[in-house]
């Protein structure tokens, strides 16, 4: 399935549908009006900015800006990335092994990213009272030449690697002080062929059961690996390999299991333990072969077959009605009305102004959003995105990546801007071409409309996204499935020999708010009934009221989104009121699907306190910056000792004018129906938040949008009903557009490409593989 996450900035120009009386304004005269672009913006790219006759080579490129700043937190450069290998590989104690050479004894460096500065410094650079950050890379290597093989996260810097240049250990943004996590997995090149010739001493039943022997499956397991009594505990499935372009293994398992101990890295002392088929345990192969040949096994319906249409997903069953017929599309006429800095990754939008980065654990993050020039956000991103399992059978576990480019016409409309991002793993430096995407679309209602016996007003809903689905952040996942014995408890039978099996999406972002400066405060305005005996009335009234109150310590700082949707929660400076003594604050709310989802499971018999983000829909934290994110990318190596106990984050501290940070959640519950066969729409796998000013203006924003029109009318007039009409300097796009010409051409599709590949050859610094 897809999990789809939209953390919308619906911001100034938040959605409602709601009509609302337009207060008396002294109205732009002059129609028709031509806006001129910021003068920061460079809008001479080529062409004019403004067409009468809509030629597709007449629109000009996207306008370009020049950021304020650096942008400190831009994703490390092949340069700096290559650079920091070949600086790790020159450190002869580290023992490292190339990434493309290693096997399981050998030390091997996985990961390296930016390592993102201090919020402490990056404030002072953008404020001008400090230096430049230094860029710091972390490297998680693995360390595997040992009995006891495990990860570790190091700080490497200052760069470009120089004299100056060193690596320690980094254990400053996790709880357990540590950079090192066991890996209890490092052996799978020779567990794997092992199991399988453990599995295959049975294919005669194999066969007989599943119509081919152990070769023709694919045996995988649980991740993370179960503790059971202090022992390292892997179990396997058998399922189907596919033999088409559709991807659908996950669909395909056969309901036989296989528990083994994989405690040691020693193979003497690994063991079979069991298996498992149609809920019941037979701890030995003897055990199995006696039940088979007493006929007590019984043969179920298997979703064998390995090349099975339904697993597919093209278009199948009748043709609808007129669907054949190109659809209603957008265009942007009038160019892009935004302007970026592809070097340093900035945007603006209107009043919006952004940074952005990518990570190659979390995908895309926003810095220093501002609004109106005032900075509202400092940092905005995933953390972490857990997918819990349940079933009876233990292997319902589990997530793939998967690179995307975006496709032009579908993810994204044709004309938006694509941007490229780059990630760096295994040695290898891949960009991920046109993987983000921003556009301007009509949100398809009014932001705002109101009519009365003598006018209409209406202006158009113009959002601005920014979308990435994402490659490694935001997971792009196949619905993973159960063999169905005896579980409807955790799923619906969803085909023959197919159980959808239950399971939670919990993505948890993390939102470092700062409004009109750091020290601010959350409060919460709840309607409420009441029962009031006013002065003018004999009786009492039942009415309702307003009653607010605030968060002041991390000691209840995990929080529910009230019933009803009765309480805003609201963050404020407390010394920023308006001349009403009002908080100038910005409202957090649940806007889509699974806003404010949580995980079921609490207490997770596999995830153990890693997943401790999971338990609430929204936290609020003081800000720190040793408690950068909610959960450690390696937790899952090692879940019962984490490198990142979220838990350890709430630890009684004041949150009343203090730096604060909101960890919200979004998700979906899922119990995969047959609807999801053979992929999960996005309507129903959808969830969102909206960030709007709230009295922190003295005014609804989008009256300052052009894109809106007043009709006047008299109805006493007869024939010329219309009196007046007003476009408030709005220029309505004429002339002809050549749709042709504005087909995306999908053979021009390339995926992502590798560019710099190690052993680090000073003299052939790239090995352009090419796209993959
Ligand atoms: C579109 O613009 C190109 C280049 O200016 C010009 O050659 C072409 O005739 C124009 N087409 C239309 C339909 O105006
Ligand atoms: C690695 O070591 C070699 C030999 O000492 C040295 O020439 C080179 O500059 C070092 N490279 C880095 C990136 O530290
Ligand atoms: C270095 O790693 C190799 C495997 O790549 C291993 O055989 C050797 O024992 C390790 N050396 C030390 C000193 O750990
Ligand atoms: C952040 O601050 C800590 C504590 O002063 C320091 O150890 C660390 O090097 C700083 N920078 C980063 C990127 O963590
Ligand atoms: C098992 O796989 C082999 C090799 O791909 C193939 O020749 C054989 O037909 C398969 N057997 C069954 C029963 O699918
Ligand atoms: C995106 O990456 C591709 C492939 O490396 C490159 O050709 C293109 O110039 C990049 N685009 C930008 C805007 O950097
Ligand atoms: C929150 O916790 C603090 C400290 O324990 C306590 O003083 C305060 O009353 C609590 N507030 C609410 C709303 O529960
Ligand atoms: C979590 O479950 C384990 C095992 O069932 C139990 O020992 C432990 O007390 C539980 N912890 C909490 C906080 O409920
Ligand atoms: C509407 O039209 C009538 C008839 O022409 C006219 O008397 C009246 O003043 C108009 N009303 C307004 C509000 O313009
Ligand atoms: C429209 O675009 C197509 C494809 O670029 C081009 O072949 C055609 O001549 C264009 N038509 C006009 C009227 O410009």
């Given at each position: 399935m897809r999990a789809s996450v939209v953390a919308a900035l619906g911001a100034a120009l938040a959605t409602t549908a709601f009509a609302s009386p337009v207060a008396k304004q002294p109205y732009m005269k002059d129609r028709f009006k031509k806006q001129p672009a910021p003068k920061s913006w460079n809008t001479d790219v080529s062409g004019s900015q403004y067409h009468s006759s809509l030629n597709l080579t007449d629109i000009p490129d996207t306008p370009t800006v020049k950021a304020p700043h650096k942008n400190i937190w831009a994703t490390l450069s092949t340069d700096e990335a290559a650079g920091v290998v070949a600086f790790l590989h020159n450190q002869t104690e580290l023992n490292l092994t190339a990434a493309a050479d290693a096997g399981s004894w050998d030390n091997l460096i996985t990961v390296i990213d930016l390592l993102v500065p201090n919020k402490t410094e990056s404030l002072a650079y953008?404020?001008?009272?400090?230096?430049?950050?230094?860029r710091y890379a972390y490297a998680s290597i693995m360390h595997n030449s040992l009995e006891e093989p495990y990860l570790e996260d190091y700080m490497v810097g200052p760069l470009p690697v120089s004299d100056k240049t060193t690596y320690s250990p980094y254990g400053f943004r996790t709880t357990t002080g540590s950079s090192r996590i066991r890996n209890y997995d490092a052996d799978s090149d020779r567990t794997s062929p092992w199991m399988e010739e453990v599995a295959s001493e049975c294919d005669d039943i194999i066969t007989e059961l599943l119509g081919a022997p152990t070769a023709n499956f694919s045996l995988w397991g649980i991740d993370p690996l179960w503790r059971e009594d202090g022992r390292i505990i892997n179990w396997v499935g058998f399922w189907g390999i596919p033999d088409s372009v559709f991807d659908g293994g996950t669909l395909l398992p056969q309901g036989l299991y296989m528990k083994f101990d994989i405690t040691t890295r020693d193979p003497s002392e690994w063991k079979f333990l069991g298996w498992l088929h149609n809920y019941v345990f037979y701890p030995t192969t003897e055990a199995f072969r006696d039940a088979w040949d007493k006929g007590l096994i019984e043969k179920t319906p298997r979703n064998a077959g390995m090349d099975q249409p339904w697993i597919g997903t093209d278009r199948k069953g009748e043709?609808?009605?007129?669907?054949?017929?190109?659809p209603p599309r957008q265009i942007a006429p009038g160019g892009h009305r935004f302007a970026v800095d592809d070097d340093e990754q900035y945007v603006e939008w209107m009043d919006f102004s952004f940074y952005y980065s990518f990570r190659r654990d979390s995908g895309i993050r926003l810095w220093d959003i501002k609004y109106k020039g005032e900075k509202i956000v400092h940092e905005l991103g995933l953390n972490e995105a857990l997918a819990h399992y349940a079933g009876n059978d233990p292997v319902q576990s589990g997530f793939g990546?998967?690179?995307f480019e975006l496709v032009s016409g579908f993810d994204c409309p044709t004309y938006a801007k694509y941007a490229n991002v780059t990630y760096h793993s295994h040695e290898i430096s891949t960009i991920h071409r046109r993987s983000v995407c921003f556009y301007e679309h009509d949100v398809g209602y009014p932001m705002q409309r109101?009519?009365?016996?003598?006018?209409?007003?209406?202006?158009?809903?113009?959002?601005?996204?920014?979308?990435?689905?994402?490659?490694?952040?935001?997971?792009?996942?196949?619905?993973?499935?159960?063999?169905?014995?005896?579980?409807?408890?955790?799923?619906y039978q969803i085909h023959d020999g197919l159980s959808g099996s239950m399971h939670d999406h919990v993505l948890n972002w993390k939102m470092d708010v700062d409004i009109l400066g750091t020290a601010n405060t959350v409060g919460f305005h709840t309607v409420e009934p009441k029962t009031v005996k006013y002065d003018w009335s004999p009786v009492e009234r039942n009415t309702m009221h307003v009653v607010r109150s605030e968060l002041t310590n991390e000691a209840n700082s995990t929080l529910h989104w009230g019933e009803n949707g009765k309480t805003m929660v609201l963050i404020y400076n407390k010394e920023e009121k308006n001349k009403y003594g009002e908080d100038r604050a910005w409202r957090l709310m649940p806007h889509i699907g699974g806003a404010g989802m949580y995980s079921t499971i609490q207490n997770s018999s596999n995830s153990g306190p890693a997943m401790n983000f999971a338990k609430a829909p929204l936290y609020v934290t003081q800000h720190h910056d040793s408690e950068f994110v909610s959960a450690h990318p390696q937790s899952s190596y090692d879940p019962f000792n984490p490198l990142i106990d979220f838990a350890e984050y709430l630890n009684d501290e004041n949150l009343e004018q203090e730096d604060l940070v909101l960890w919200f959640n979004l998700g979906m519950h899922h119990v995969p129906h047959t609807g999801d066969l053979a992929n999960t729409v996005h309507q129903t796998a959808h969830a969102g938040m909206i960030f709007s000013p709230h009295n922190y203006l003295y005014n609804q924003p989008s009256q300052q949008s052009s894109q809106m029109v007043r009709i006047n009318y008299n109805t006493s007039t007869g024939d010329s009903f219309v009196t007046e009409m007003l476009q408030f300097g709005s220029v309505p796009a004429t002339g002809l557009y050549n749709l042709t010409a504005d087909n995306p051409n999908y053979w021009e599709y390339e995926g992502s490409a590798n560019i710099r590949k190690l052993p680090y050859d000073p003299l052939n610094p790239y090995d352009e593989t090419g796209p993959r």
């Open positions: 953008m404020a001008g009272t400090g230096p430049e950050p230094e043709e609808l009605p007129f669907d054949n017929l190109p990546p998967y690179a109101h009519t009365n016996g003598q006018y209409t007003a209406v202006t158009k809903n113009i959002a601005f996204s920014m979308k990435s689905v994402s490659t490694i952040g935001n997971y792009d996942y196949n619905i993973q499935s159960a063999y169905v014995a005896k579980n409807g408890e955790y799923g």
